[in-house]
Each structure stands twice: as C-alpha cells, then as structure tokens.
C-alpha cells in the first residue's frame, strides 16, 4: 500500500476518534410516520394498475382467449408492478413538487438551504481506477476552492484512493497527483493519496480499507465517483444534515447530468434528469428513512457505517458489484436513517458518451444487481430493505419479461389469435402502457410547463418543448435496444457468464461502423426476426409492431449517428436539450472543453 500527503509526507498516525458536535434536530412529527404514507402509495399505484389490467382484458380477451394471449397475460403481469412503481412515484413527485416551493426541506426536515459552518470533520474520498487523473483533479477544483473560500477548507481532507494496477497507468496517475499537489501546497482542504496494490472487493474494499486504516478522526467522508461534481455549497448543506441528526447515516443527494460532448449523453440525461426528479420526490415521501444510497456524491457518517455496511463475498467467493444499495439496507436493519435529498444543486456526474457505452454500464449494474436475489433472505434485513433490493431486480428481470412478451405477441400475430383484437382497445392499452412506463419523466415536463420560473434555467418553456420532444423520440428508440441488450446479458449469465467491473470510458470519441456492428448485430437480429414474423402474420401485424422491430433494425446507425462529434456540436450550437449549467453555469463551475 502507497500512502503520501500532498507535501510528500507518509502519515501513519490516527487520530483518536470523537463525537461531532451534533445540532438538535426535531422529533419525527406524526404526519411523517411511515405506515400510513407506504399505504396511501400502494393504494395510488394500484389505480393505474387496475386501469391498465382493464385496458389488457378488454383488448386481448374480446374474441376469447388463444393460449399465446393467455401466456401474453401472465407476462405482462410481471412487468405490472415496475409500471405501477413508475406512475405512483410520478405522481406522488409531481404533485409534491407542485405544491411546495422547495420540496426538499419539506422531505428532509435536517436540510437547510443557509446552513452554519460545520463543526465536524469530513473527507472527501474520491475513488480512482484507471482514469484520466488530471481531468478528474480539475473536477475537483472548485469544490476545493469553494470550501476554501467559505472558511471550511480546514474541516475537510480529499483522499485520492486509488485502485489502478496497470504499471504505466500507475506513473501517470502518480505524476498527475504530484503536479496537483503542488498547485494546492498549504491550502485546505489538504490533500493524501493512497494506492492499493491489491484491489480487493472492488470499489466497496477500496472505501472500506480507507475506513479501516485512515477513518479515525473523521465524523462523515463525501463519497466520489471519478466523474462526480459537486459544489461547495452542497456539500456544506449535507455535512450540517448529518450534523442535525446524529442517527442520520446516508443522505444521498440527488444526481444530475454534468454539461455533456456528446449527443447521446445529452439527450439522455435531458430526460433522465426530469424523470429522477419526479421519481427521486416521490419515492423519498414514502420511504423516509429507508431511502435508496447510489454510491456516490453522498455523505455517511464513518462509525456506523465502518461497523455495519463491511461486504462479505458471497458463498461463492465472488465479491458484490453493486455494493451500495446493500450497505444501505444494511445500515437500515442495524437502526440507522438513510435519506434521500431530491435537490438537484450542486450534484453532477458523467453519463457514457454513446450507446455502446451505456450498454457496457448496464450490464456491469446488471450483474450487480441481480446478484441481490442471493441477498434477500438474510434475516437482519427490514421489509423495505427487501423491497429495495426486489426493487433493484426488477430493474433488470423485467427486460427478459418484455423479450418473451414481444415473441408471444408475434406468435399470437402469426397463428391468427390477434384478429378479435379490437384496434381501440389495443391502441389504449400500448398507449395507457407507455405513458404509465414515462410517467416520471413526463411529470417533470409537466413540472417545468406549469411553473415557467423553474424552466427558465432551461431557456424557457418553449426549450423545454424542443428538448423534451427530441428526448422523447431519442428514448423511443433507445429503449427497445436496450430491454434486448439487458435480456440477452441476463440470459449470458444464466449460462454461466461472469460479471465484472472494468473501468469505463468517459470521453467523447464517436463510434467505428465496424464495432459498433460487431456489438450490435444480435439485436438487428432480433429486430428482423421479429419484423418478419409480423409480416408473414399478415394484415397490420407489422404497422403495430413498428415501435419494437424499427429501433432494433435501426440500432448500429443509431449508435453512431448520436455519438457522432459534428451532430454533438451541432445540438450544442442550437441548444437543443441544454441543462441549467450549460446555460448559466454554477460559480466556480469548471469549463467544459469543446468538441472539435
């Protein structure tokens, strides 16, 4: 192990660990109690539920029941329950947001938008593996200048805490923190790098040996992706949480887009943005403090989770990938508040630049999460902590569930049992569907209509507009691609494919045809399947299945096209999905370098 601060000296003592100061937080009011709000969800998730089962039966049992619409019945069943979670969180979130001029103090009652300086210690643990690590030190500057300049620099330390075992990378990454400690030489926050030469348990063992060596002294540690950006402002506002409420563990803020190069990023984040704002409002109103944790650019408090969030491997000796919705459960089980704070301010990440990219991460988040199935029978776990970990399952189960769904609708097509299928009544079941599915983003469209304050950061309501409806036509397409790629992952794992966690590329750079088809030709396969199916079905088979067989047919174009640099550059010079930072960017906010 390599440890060194920023004035070359290895630190090998500990600090005697002691309390924070804690401020006195209010108790719980009784408008606040869990059981009665998780009630009132169930109940508003239900609703949507039974129209959309009324809309299925009318539709598929109007001339009587073929076997294939019986099996296309118990499929989308399974799919019913992730709809549901959609449009209850939406509308939850919207009319939350709607009737509150800021939501996250009524949501977490510890927050203050004019918090007092911080008496604690916190650091700032920032973690590397094979990054680009000067870009990622200038991410860094001006959260370090912002505490400096609001005469916190002192109470906060950054731990570079690396994983990088590739020798060449290792120089490079040494010669980067080098040159950045200079540049900050005798001024706080001061800076320590640690390497460990073994990375053990990936991302949740590098954290926890952090703890374990380094951890004394310290109240709370700021927990960083290579990508993170957050402010000094926020970062203030989560440390006089924490220090509000000593039995606060995690307060995850929410995470927002960061100004991106490329076209997918871009129109991706654009909704993605909205529908995490919805989504994040009303799930937090309903979980309080059982809340989700995702894993970074956000605040723990040291102790508690040192003591309880340590990851075993499972029995297999694999280590867990997706570590941070496990420690948070865990965390929950043992007595501890995790919150979640709906605030966009302040909290940025990187979103993968291009399709293929994004299809890499969610396989990586595939394999994690779907390793939480061994995990919901331990015995500490709450109710809500199981349902956090079904909920992480059913992000994934659910793509295999529309694959299948989609071959028995084209063999339902073929065999002739779609032909008392009323027109209508399918029409309002697909729609019905599809606007329960987007719910959350389409709410914070919605949002941004009816408070045009909120949207002016965007560029006014009429941006809002444009960009929405190029998010939209971007996800129509997108979204197929990507239920296929998670189906076909999970089915590589059943046969005994194992998961990892590479590093993950971040720049810019647009797609080679050759590639990108080598990637892609078994959903152009399934996409032409499945068109084929449809036309030998005859009659207007084919019309109906338009929105599931084009976007697969069209996805290698597709992939190159929206991580193309000239269509970038060009969304960019229009504007065209721009998020408040790209507009007016935050203070002390660093420069996003253009494209060439």
């Known amino acids: 192990m390599i440890l060194w601060s920023g004035q070359g000296v290895i630190e090998t003592h500990r600090p005697a660990e002691r309390p924070v100061a804690e401020r006195p937080v209010a108790e719980r009011p009784a408008a606040e109690r869990s059981g009665p709000r998780r009630i009132a969800f169930l109940i508003l998730c239900l609703a949507p539920g039974a129209g959309l089962l009324f809309l299925m039966l009318r539709g598929l049992g109007a001339g009587g029941w073929s076997g294939w619409e019986l099996l296309i019945l118990l499929l989308w069943l399974g799919t019913l329950p992730w709809t549901c979670l959609c449009a209850g969180n939406a509308v939850l979130g919207l009319l939350l947001r709607l009737r509150h001029a800021d939501p996250a103090a009524i949501l977490v009652p510890q927050y203050r938008r004019d918090p007092p300086p911080p008496r604690s210690r916190t650091a700032i643990a920032l973690c590397l593996r094979d990054e680009d690590t000067a870009q990622v030190l200038a991410g860094l500057v001006p959260l370090l200048e912002g505490l400096e300049a609001a005469g916190a620099g002192g109470h906060f330390t950054l731990w570079l805490l690396s994983d990088t075992q590739d020798a060449d990378r290792v120089v490079a990454e040494e010669a980067a923190v080098a040159a950045f400690a200079r540049l900050r030489e005798g001024r706080a926050p001061a800076l320590r790098y640690r390497r460990r030469t073994e990375n053990r348990g990936f991302k949740a063992g590098n954290v926890m040996d952090f703890l374990d060596h380094h951890g004394q002294g310290f109240d709370f540690f700021l927990c960083l ?214 719910a959350p983003k389409l709410t914070g469209y919605l949002e941004l209509m009816l408070r045009p304050a909120r949207a002016a950061p965007y560029g006014g309501r009429r941006a809002v507009l444009r960009g929405a409806a190029a998010e939209i036509a971007f996800t129509t397409v997108l979204d197929p691609i990507s239920l296929v790629d998670k189906a076909l992952s999970l089915a590589r794992m059943a046969l005994g494919a194992q998961g990892g966690w590479l590093p993950q590329n971040r720049r810019a750079q647009g797609l080679p045809w050759r590639a990108t088809a080598r990637m892609l030709w078994p959903h152009t396969l399934v996409g032409l399947g499945t068109a084929a199916g449809l036309v030998l079905a005859g009659g207007t088979a084919w019309l109906w299945g338009v929105p599931a067989w084009l976007p697969l047919l069209l996805c290698i174009p597709f992939a190159v096209l929206t991580a193309d640099p000239a269509l970038s550059a060009r969304l960019r010079r229009r504007g065209l999905c721009a998020t408040p930072e790209e507009a007016v960017p935050e203070p002390g906010a660093p420069a996003v370098p253009a494209m060439p």
């Open 225 to 438: 992706d290579a990508d993170s950006e957050m402010s000094a402002e926020a970062v203030l506002r989560l440390v006089a949480a924490m220090e509000a409420d000593p039995k606060l563990a995690i307060l995850q803020q929410l995470i927002v887009g960061r100004p991106a190069d490329s076209a997918f990023a871009r129109l991706f984040q654009f909704g993605m943005r909205a529908g995490m704002r919805s989504w994040a409002t009303g799930q937090a109103w309903w979980q309080l403090d059982e809340g989700p944790y995702w894993g970074h650019n956000a605040i723990l408090r040291v102790v508690p989770f040192r003591d309880h969030a340590r990851l075993q491997p499972l029995p297999d000796g694999s280590p867990i990938l997706s570590h941070d919705q496990i420690e948070a459960v865990r965390l929950q089980a043992a007595g501890w508040k995790v919150r979640c704070l709906p605030e966009e301010a302040g909290s940025q990440e990187g979103n993968p630049p291009s399709l293929i990219d994004f299809l890499l991460r969610d396989r990586r988040w595939g394999a994690g999460n779907m390793q939480y199935r061994r995990l919901l029978g331990l015995p500490e776990l709450t109710p809500m902590g199981r349902w956090q970990l079904l909920q992480a399952i059913m992000l994934f189960l659910g793509a295999p569930i529309w694959l299948l769904l989609l071959f028995a609708a084209v063999m339902n097509a073929a065999t002739g049992g779609a032909e008392g299928t009323p027109p209508a009544w399918l029409a309002a079941m697909l729609l019905g569907n599809w606007l329960a599915l987007h």
